[in-house]
């Protein structure tokens, strides 16, 4: 979460328009063009810090039709959440007008309602060619009349990107192209350490408990419409192996060989292991459920193995607030699986402008009944 006064431990101080300029290409995981950023506020009573709790990104042209209807629309998702202050952001199309006189009257009609809502907003900001100005302030000695250039390499949000592993891309066109399947010589090789991911599994249970082993043989198009019956321990052992690489000192798409990539993602389809990834969102670790999301789906055999990796993805970009990436996500979610159960879940939590923090804290829920479980099994198999 990034604090816009103050500096709480598990916070991110943005002391200065400058400075939430350079953090939002971080908020969203690539840079706007063409668009209106709107950061809700929530500013406390008892000590006047302001913190972040809500994201949005809206093309600038839907704005420009109806600027008072979207101030509207935005004050009311921005009462929802509580947020009593906005920070808003305007960024001129490349291909357009980029003087700041082009945008005053579009910034007042969509000013007017946030006020009339009680949401005041705190600042305006217009962003072009790695500079900004304010839209509220003209006083030259900080806000001087050729804009501020912004520094990105001084951002403590950017450091904190780079430490989940995650880039901000250029727009949201590389976004999309960077969800996208890898080549055939790729699904060739995941192919491959599916085949053997499972065939490990065989053996390991017919060691076992020969008895009541399953045997699991042929290529994992095979089991393309079949659930994998994983038990207790095989779950235990693949949260632990996904787990694993969030300590190393590595990216996490360079610590993934192709036996990892196997394993995770024959288990990936049981909703235990989904779901233990998911909840890497409730204790920070959001980029790097994000990262594997991604990674994992872009390397996925079978539609079930799609829809779940992208809906990890989605649910960890939007605990990050990065509404378009989680969106994107849900579309190749629902393209792999129609109807996949989370990818809906997650699509009518983003229609209804639930923030980051609900999800979060749904995460933290899910992460308890994940460990309840585990410890009855393990109790129920000691009597």
């Not at 709790?53 to 093309?59: K, L, T, V």
């Not at 809502?117 to 304010?134: H, I, Q, T």
């Not at 989904?274 to 996925?300: F, I, K």
């Not at 990796?309 to 969106?327: I, K, Q």
């Amino acid at each position: 979460m990034a604090s816009v006064d103050g500096d709480a431990q598990d916070t991110v101080r943005l002391g200065s328009p400058g400075e939430v300029a350079a953090a939002v290409p971080h908020f969203f995981g690539f840079h706007p063009d063409a668009s209106v950023v709107v950061l809700g506020l929530s500013r406390s009573q008892r000590d006047c810090r302001a913190a972040i709790n809500q994201g949005m990104r809206i093309d600038l042209g839907s704005v420009q039709r109806g600027p008072a209807a979207f101030g509207r629309w935005m004050a009311a998702r921005l009462v929802d959440t509580g947020a009593n202050e906005a920070l808003c952001v305007v960024y001129p199309p490349r291909e357009g007008p980029t003087r700041i006189s082009e945008y005053r009257r579009l910034v007042a009609g969509m000013c007017a309602p946030l006020r009339i809502a009680g949401v005041a907003p705190l600042d305006v900001l217009f962003v072009s060619e790695g500079r900004w100005w304010s839209f509220l302030c003209d006083r030259p000695q900080c806000c001087p009349p050729e804009g501020s250039p912004i520094d990105t390499r001084a951002s403590a949000i950017a450091v904190l990107t780079a430490y989940s592993g995650l880039a901000v891309l250029p727009n949201r066109a590389a976004l999309a192209a960077g969800l996208e399947p890898y080549a055939s010589d790729m699904a060739d090789r995941t192919r491959a350490a599916c085949d053997a991911a499972l065939n490990r599994l065989a053996d390991a249970r017919a060691t076992a408990d020969a008895e009541t082993s399953m045997a699991i043989e042929g290529s994992v198009g095979a089991t393309h419409d079949k659930t994998l019956d994983l038990r207790w321990e095989d779950v235990s052992r693949v949260w632990r192996l996904a787990d694993s690489l969030c300590d190393v000192q590595v990216p996490l798409d360079r610590a993934l060989t192709d036996e990892i990539v196997g394993e995770l993602l024959v288990a990936l389809t049981d909703v235990r292991v989904r779901d233990h990834v998911a909840t890497w969102c409730g204790d920070d670790r959001s980029g790097q459920a994000v990262a594997l999301g991604v990674e994992l789906a872009r390397r996925a055999v079978t539609a079930e193995q799609a829809a779940a990796a992208y809906s990890v993805a989605a649910w960890a970009t939007w605990s990050l607030g990065w509404g378009a990436w989680s969106r994107l996500c849900i579309e190749r979610a629902v393209a792999a699986v129609p109807g996949y159960a989370l990818a809906g879940l997650i699509k009518q939590g983003l229609d209804r402008g639930i923030g980051p923090e609900l999800v979060r804290e749904a995460a933290r829920g899910t992460a308890r009944r994940l460990n309840e479980m585990y410890a009855e099994q393990l109790s129920s198999r000691a009597i």
